[in-house]
């Protein structure tokens, strides 16, 4: 599956964005889908999971303030994202995978298929 991730853009601290990664195969609703993101100098790390009945998971720091969906029909997974801080400044990367499912969904390893990055710009 060739995954495309888009939204990104430069907003101001508060702002809000919404990112879209969007799935070339009709079967995207087999797959888990996750957000992971990678900052300047950083390594990167995960964002938030949904998994293909749709449960979601989120790493700590963004939890209540992103919230990850996915539209079968569309082949879509989207990431909105509210009061946006600088340091959530990074290229954010989506990927999937279609495999049994596990308890590590948090590892970048656990994923088959990427998507190029979008990049996303918090100003202070």
């Given amino acids: 599956v060739q995954l495309q991730a888009s939204g990104g853009g430069l907003v101001q601290t508060g702002g809000s964005l919404r990112l879209s990664c969007a799935a070339s195969e009709r079967a995207f609703s087999t797959y888990a889908v996750s957000w ?23 790493a700590n720091s963004m939890k209540g303030r992103f919230t990850i ?44 298929y990427w998507g190029q990055g979008t990049l996303v710009t918090v100003s202070s």
Avoid at 36 to 58: L, N
Avoid at 89 to 110: I, K, L
């Fill in 36 to 58: 992971f993101r990678q900052a300047p100098g950083k390594e990167r790390e995960f964002v938030a999971v949904i998994s293909r009945s749709s449960a979601m998971h989120y």
């Fill in 69 to 112: 969906s996915r539209d079968n029909a569309k082949n879509t997974v989207y990431l909105q994202m509210n009061s946006l801080e600088p340091q959530d400044t990074a290229v954010y990367f989506c990927a999937a995978r279609n495999r049994a499912w596990s308890s590590d969904w948090y590892e970048s390893w656990f994923y088959d």
